[in-house]
Structure formats: C-alpha cells, structure tokens
C-alpha cells in the first residue's frame, strides 16, 4: 500500500471534519473546532502538525497532532497539556488494512517527533465514541504500537433511562441538596435564544472564581461559535433573578460532555448550586433526547503509580459519583521520545507512589 500524506490546512477542514462525522471512531475532539480551539491556547505555543493519510485517491485516516510546550519548555504531542484525541481510520478498510495504517501513521509521528524534537506522546480513546457505546470495547488498541498504559476511568450517565431510575441512581445526599435549593431556577441557552449577554456573564464569572484571566478571549469567541451552532448549550442557574451559576456542555453524535462549570464565589460556599445545575441539566438532556452523558474522570480513591490525584480532585470525583451512571475506562496511553525526560517523569511518580506506600501500610 503506497500512501500520501496531506498536511491539515484550511481548504481541507469541510473533509475532515465530514470523515469525523462518519466514523465510528470520532467524537468532538478530533474535529477542527476543537483543534482551533487548542490552537488559540496560545500559551502552549501550540503548532498544527495534523494530516491526513491518502490511498487510492480516498481519505483513509486521519491524524490529530499539535505540538506544545510544556514543563519549562519541554515539547509534547498534546492538546492543552493533556492526551491527544488519537489517529483513526476508516471503518470500511479490512482488519489487515487498518493495521497497515496504523502501522504508518505511528512511524510517521515518530519521525516528526525526532525532526520537531518532541519528547513525549500521549494519546485517549473517549468513551462516546458510537464504537464504544455500541461494543463497549474492552480493547486499549494502542498499546501494540509501542505506547504505555496509564488509564483511568470516566463516569457516563444513560438518559434513556426513566427519570425516576435516573433519580433513584443518585446518592442520597445529592437528593437532600437538590431539594434544598429547589426555589432555583434553571435556564438552557442554545442556538436559539443564546445571547452575547448571557454568554459574557458566564465568561465574566469564569474570570471572578478564579481571579484572573484564565485563557485567550479568543477560545470563548470559539465556545460562543460553537453555542450557535448547535454543537454545545449552556445552563445556569438563577437566584433572585440574577446567575449565580453555569455548566457549557459539549454536543457532538447526540451525546453530551461536561465541559466546564462555574459558580459565583459569594455563592458557593452558601448553597449546593452544581447540585441543581447537574440534575436539571440531566433531565434537559433526557427531554432533547439525547442517549448518553459523560459527567467525567473518576480519579481512584488510592494513589495509581502514574497518578497522584490531590484532594480537590478526589472530592470533584466524588461528588460526580453521586449522580449515578456508570464507571467506564478512559484509555489513555504514553510514549516518550527522549531518554532523560523519560527518566524524569518516571523518577517524579516513583517517589510520589513510594511515599503513597510509606504513608499508607497494608
């Protein structure tokens, strides 16, 4: 098999994102509305290295890629700091075949990370995939291409359940809370009715929770776009007539991601407002008919070797446990290119993990 290589540009993102739309294998972040969004991380120093595989004069694959700088200039395949959606090909091609692309593709990224001096690759599989979903895949495929293990699990909710199973799969606590702040009103913005108003409130209170400026005005421009296109909607939460509470959710093959929540400070601590936010989102979703919510990584409770989680991310985990769903795995998988970075990171989580042990005898 001869392939081309077509590096992603512009002219190309109608085809690319039209074979993501198609695959089986594909959710949200392997199309160029979420890479553009990485791209205008600008803090990353992010570069475009995605490209397509060609054969026979068809698409064949595609191939995610951008590189970023990391941990005092250190550069990283990655988007954002954390794992990249992976490469994928098309469903048609025959098991031997699909092999034979992989096969080039990873060659092919190991050639561009010697020449662009990358050091480390990481790469996830996402749990909506319509692959997943329908075969509930047990298979962490890239291993075989020389990648690690260093998995964890995500928490999916099904709405196609009746809301009082939905209701009943909850954790006793969540339902006190949800009922304590019952008078709180919910809204849902979409493309219909989404306003640049209501969306810079919820951009002005990212700013306020954390005190600053979080990252370029341009990623929320794209967010906005996103609104309005039917590819996301956006919850709040109202108390004497004001938000005191939001929740984006990503849109992509009818299922929903929680892609970013916000509360008010002055708020917060006073009232459960993701408590309501999440169990009225639930039933939004169910109502829209959507099939399947992913409501996020589930850290373990015990220190993993390669993961370390600290408190707030035990307790955020925690508190996404009590709505229920299931537990699911979210197969993310490493490489590293260079010797002494590799050596680094692994002495980092050795004595993290040794000190786990020393602090918690068996």
Wanted: proline residues 4%.
């Amino acid at each position: 098999m001869k392939f081309e290589i077509v590096q992603l540009n512009e002219d190309l993102f109608k085809s690319w994102n039209q074979f993501c739309f198609k695959s089986p294998y594909a959710w949200f972040w392997h199309t160029t509305n979420w890479q553009t969004y990485i791209l205008n991380r600008t803090e990353f120093k992010p570069e475009l290295l995605s490209f397509i595989v060609i054969w026979q004069n068809k698409i064949v694959a595609i191939v995610p890629l951008i590189a970023e700088i990391l941990n005092s200039g250190i550069k990283e395949f990655s988007f954002e700091g954390w794992a990249s959606p992976p490469p994928i090909v098309d469903k048609h091609l025959s098991a031997e075949n699909k092999e034979i692309v992989y096969k080039f593709i990873f060659d092919q990224i190991k050639e561009i990370a010697r020449k662009k001096g990358i050091m480390r690759a990481s790469f996830f599989n996402e749990p909506l995939i319509p692959d997943f979903l329908k075969n509930q895949t047990s298979l962490n495929n890239l291993l075989k291409y020389g990648y690690a293990d260093i998995s964890l699990n995500s928490r999916l909710i099904n709405l196609n359940k009746k809301e009082d199973e939905l209701w009943s799969d909850m954790r006793r606590n969540h339902h006190r809370n949800i009922r304590k702040v019952e008078q709180f009103k919910v809204k849902f913005y979409g493309a219909k009715d989404i306003s640049e108003e209501i969306f810079g409130e919820y951009k002005k209170m990212h700013h306020l929770a954390a005190g600053r400026k979080t990252r370029p005005d341009k990623t929320f421009e794209l967010m906005y776009e996103w609104l309005k296109e039917d590819w996301a909607f956006l919850a709040t939460v109202e108390f004497k007539d004001r938000p005191i509470g939001f929740e984006y959710y990503s849109v992509y093959k009818n299922n929903v991601y929680g892609f970013s929540a916000v509360n008010d400070p002055d708020y917060e601590a006073k009232y459960p407002i993701r408590h309501i936010l999440e169990w009225q989102s639930i039933l939004w979703m169910k109502k829209l008919g959507f099939d399947y919510y992913e409501i996020g990584l589930q850290h373990p409770t015990t220190t993993l070797p390669y993961d370390s989680s600290d408190k707030k991310q035990l307790n955020i985990s925690h508190f996404k446990e009590g709505f229920g769903g299931f537990e699911v795995p979210l197969y993310i998988v490493e490489r590293f290119f260079d010797r002494d970075y590799f050596l680094q990171i692994n002495k980092e989580r050795i004595l993290k993990y040794a000190a786990f042990l020393e602090n918690n005898q068996f």
